[in-house]
């Protein structure tokens, strides 16, 4: 997880320190800083706020077509950002800067907040906030004192993940013409290979992660969150709209229009004008196939290597652990480009045998995802009671046997939610794969974007709507996992468990 950022120091080092001093204090640096800084502190919150309220009113309000809406709210997960920006590009031709990057981060991202919000809401004891309302507290006091308390890991978790792609995403801003420190790292490797200079940047980055990370571990503390029960057997009585549910429902049409509606719109667009000589069966099928297997491979691989990361996260309060879980949001949060170069770097000097091999590829995914397991991983865990645990080790059971019919059984659905989310990024990841894919490699995302970015984006829509409906089927297994990963666990079950 540290060779990245060790390729960043050591090109640092390398450099000299007055020759990165001066490359650090150079006004474009402090531009490329506010940008950077403007994007996450703006989008975050407004996913945040976006994506609880949007969880509340599905789960706890009396809204038509509840069922309905909440596949749609996490639907958005399966259009990449970098397509978004094509439609909205398309659409306004002149749409560009900080609100242009904000407009398309937020729409692309804001069900990462709603997602474990609606999972957690759905989970809490609805005779809790029965209670409240029975003492006078009117919804918004019982959604202020008792709901959004409880959704402190949703809301820190998915905004920690907001605020990595944000500082990592390089497609959508290059289309918007904004300029980030990942952009501008991009340009500077591509246009003049510097080196140095590009790892200056990426120095930058990894200083405003190590903020992001300092704020989400702050912020969650050290509660537990898992009870034991199903607690009430009846479901949450939902509070009535009344003169505000038509706004409500108009506010909802809104959301999917906007994250939806325009994306998959000018997708048809493009095909109807392109027409059938677009459809190259060859290189599609090709490129489809060669998606797959890198978004399966990657996806098992770093689920099942986030497990024990997870584990040393919640179970213990040890230095180590915090450590070995904060280089891996260091890490991700680094922009592709600099990960690929990094393990470029690596495999030439020490591993020359597995230099631009499908192995190398497939590390880069596991580093730059891991985090996208690891916080499904840990709230899973986190709702999993160590009496449970312990029970079964007092009845003779062996660690082992412990964790599989115990641990690993009541973290399934999470587990299963963040290898969904790992697969979606691994289908839709671009800088990478770019530099790291061995010869002859062509996925959906590298299609799309050879296309878009030479303005032929009648060509490039085939590839945006293969993207879309390849991940659209794994998205709603994220919505549906991760609506099950926090939810209440019977009595039966988990005697069951142990």
């Known amino acids: 997880m540290l060779v990245p950022l060790g390729y960043v120091v050591s ?141 402190r890991l949703a809301i820190l978790g998915g905004g920690l993940l907001i605020g990595l792609h944000l500082l990592a995403e390089y497609g959508a801003f290059a289309m918007l013409r904004f300029d980030t420190f990942t952009t501008a790292i991009f340009e500077q490797y591509q246009s003049t290979f510097n080196g140095a200079a590009g790892s200056m940047l990426a120095s930058v980055l990894v200083l405003c992660c190590l903020l992001l990370l300092i704020a989400e571990a702050s912020g969650r503390g050290r509660a537990r969150y898992f009870r034991i029960g199903s607690g009430a057997p009846r479901p949450a009585v939902r509070i009535r709209l009344r003169y505000s549910l038509v706004p409500v429902v108009l506010g909802f049409g809104a959301v999917v229009v906007l994250s939806l509606g325009v994306p998959l719109w000018t997708i048809v667009r493009w095909l109807r004008i392109g027409g059938s000589s677009v459809w190259d069966l060859d290189a599609i099928g090709t490129a489809l196939g060669q998606t797959l297997a890198f978004a399966c491979a990657g996806a098992l691989l770093t689920t099942a290597l986030a497990f024990p990361v997870a584990w040393l996260a919640v179970r213990t309060n040890s230095i180590v652990g915090r450590v070995i879980e904060g280089s891996n949001y260091v890490t991700s949060s680094l922009p592709g480009i600099v990960t690929a170069l990094a393990l470029v770097t690596v495999t030439i000097k020490w591993f020359p045998a597995v230099y631009q091999t499908v192995l190398v590829v497939v590390v880069a995914y596991v580093l730059m995802f891991m985090p996208r397991a690891l916080v499904s991983l840990r709230s899973g865990l986190a709702q999993v009671p160590i009496g449970l645990e312990e029970s079964s080790r007092s009845l003779g059971r062996s660690n082992a046997a412990t964790f599989v019919r115990v641990t690993l059984r009541l973290t399934a659905p999470a587990a299963a939610a963040g290898a969904a989310l790992v697969f979606v990024g691994v289908a839709t990841e671009l800088t990478a794969t770019l530099l790291l894919a061995p010869t002859g490699t062509t996925t959906l995302a590298m299609g799309f974007w050879s296309a878009s970015s030479g303005l032929d984006f009648a060509a490039a829509a085939p590839y945006a709507l293969i993207m879309v409906v390849l991940t659209m089927p794994v998205t709603y297994l994220l919505f549906t996992q991760a609506t099950r990963a926090t939810g209440a666990t019977s009595s039966k079950e988990l005697v069951r468990a142990v």
Do not use: H, M
């Open 11 to 151: 090109e640092l080092i390398s450099a000299g320190w007055s020759s990165a001093y001066a490359l650090i204090v150079r006004p474009r640096v402090g531009d490329l800083l506010l940008n950077t800084v403007g994007l996450v502190v703006v989008t975050v919150p407004i996913c945040v706020a976006l994506g609880v309220g949007l969880a509340w009113l599905v789960e706890r309000t009396n809204v038509p077509g509840a069922p309905i809406w909440g596949p749609l709210f996490a639907a958005p997960l399966a259009v990449p950002a970098f397509v978004n920006s094509y439609a909205w590009v398309t659409v306004v031709p002149g749409l560009k800067g900080l609100t242009a990057g904000v407009l398309v981060s937020t729409l692309s991202y804001f069900p990462l907040v709603y997602l474990p919000a609606a999972a957690t809401i759905r989970r809490l004891d609805p005779a809790i906030e029965e209670s409240a309302r029975a003492l006078g507290s009117r919804p918004f006091g019982v959604f202020v004192r008792i709901v959004l308390p409880q959704l």
